[in-house]
C-alpha cells in the first residue's frame, strides 16, 4: 500500500533557529500533501494544504512566513519552521493524497 | 462550514465487549466521505474505515462497522469482540468531494480494560 514517510521523528532546536521536517512519498506520486499541527490530546489541526509547483494554501491563523512549505516534487514536501519559539513545539503530521489519506508517523518538534 | 463532533472524550469497554463511539456531522453537502481514523500511542494515523454518503449500506471492516445515519447526520463506530490493541484516539472524520481536506472531530480516547 500507499507509503508516506516522515523525517524526523523527533528534534530539539533552540529558540531562534530553523527546522525543516520532510514528508516523501515512497512509491505513488503526491500533488497534494497536508501539513497538520496536533497538540496533546487533542485533534489534527490543519495547518496548510501543499501543492506541487505551485504556492501553499495556509488556514487562517497560520502564519505563513513562520511555517515555510515547499512542493518541489511530486514525491516530497517540506515544512521549515523558521525563527523558532517554544511555542512552537509540537506534533507536526504531513498526509498525501492518493487513492486514500495516507499520513506520515509524525515529527515531535520541541523548541528550548 | 462543516464541522464534526465527537461527544465522548473518553470510553471504556471491557476486553471482548463491544462499544460503540458516537460522531455527527453537519453539512449542506449531499455527497461526501466520512472517516473513522485510530491514533494509537504511536501516533501513527490509521484510517479504520470509511463511508461513501451515497451509499446506504455500512460500511464493515471484519470488527469494525458503522451506522450511518445520513438525515440524522450521524457515523457512529461499532468495534466488537474489542481487544487491547484497539485501545487508542480514534478521530471521525469528514470530507466533501469537491475538496481534499479532511476535517477532523476532537476524538474519543478509547480504554480497553482486560
Known amino acids: 500500500g500507499a507509503v508516506v514517510s516522515q523525517h524526523p521523528s523527533r528534534v530539539i532546536c533552540k529558540s531562534g533557529t530553523s527546522v525543516k521536517i520532510e514528508c516523501r512519498s515512497l512509491d505513488f506520486q503526491a500533488t497534494t500533501m497536508f501539513w497538520y499541527r496536533q497538540f496533546p490530546k487533542q485533534s489534527l489541526m490543519l495547518m496548510a494544504t501543499?501543492?506541487?509547483?505551485?504556492?501553499?494554501?495556509?488556514e487562517q491563523g497560520v502564519e505563513k512566513d513562520k511555517f515555510l512549505i515547499n512542493h518541489a516534487s511530486l514525491t516530497l514536501s517540506t515544512l521549515t519552521v523558521t525563527s523558532a519559539h517554544p511555542e512552537d513545539s509540537s506534533f507536526y503530521i504531513c498526509s498525501a493524497v492518493s487513492y486514500g489519506y495516507t499520513f506520515g508517523s509524525g515529527t515531535r518538534l520541541t523548541v528550548v | 462550514a462543516q464541522t464534526v463532533t465527537q461527544s465522548q472524550p473518553e470510553m471504556s469497554v471491557q476486553e471482548a465487549e463491544t462499544v460503540t463511539l458516537s460522531c455527527t456531522y453537519d453539512?449542506?453537502?449531499?455527497?461526501?466521505?466520512l472517516f473513522w481514523y485510530k491514533q494509537p500511542p504511536s501516533r501513527q494515523m490509521i484510517l479504520v474505515i470509511r463511508q461513501e454518503a451515497y451509499k446506504q449500506q455500512n460500511a464493515t471492516e471484519n470488527r469494525f462497522s458503522v451506522n450511518f445515519q445520513k438525515a440524522a447526520k450521524s457515523f457512529s463506530l461499532k468495534i466488537s469482540d474489542s481487544q487491547l490493541g484497539d485501545a487508542a484516539m480514534y478521530f471521525c472524520?469528514?470530507?466533501?468531494?469537491?475538496?481534499?481536506?479532511?476535517?477532523f472531530g476532537k476524538g474519543t480516547r478509547l480504554h480497553i480494560l482486560p
Open positions: 501543499s501543492n506541487e509547483g505551485s504556492k501553499a494554501t495556509y
Open positions: 453539512t449542506s453537502e449531499s455527497d461526501y466521505y
Open positions: 472524520a469528514y470530507k466533501d468531494i469537491r475538496d481534499d481536506k479532511i476535517i
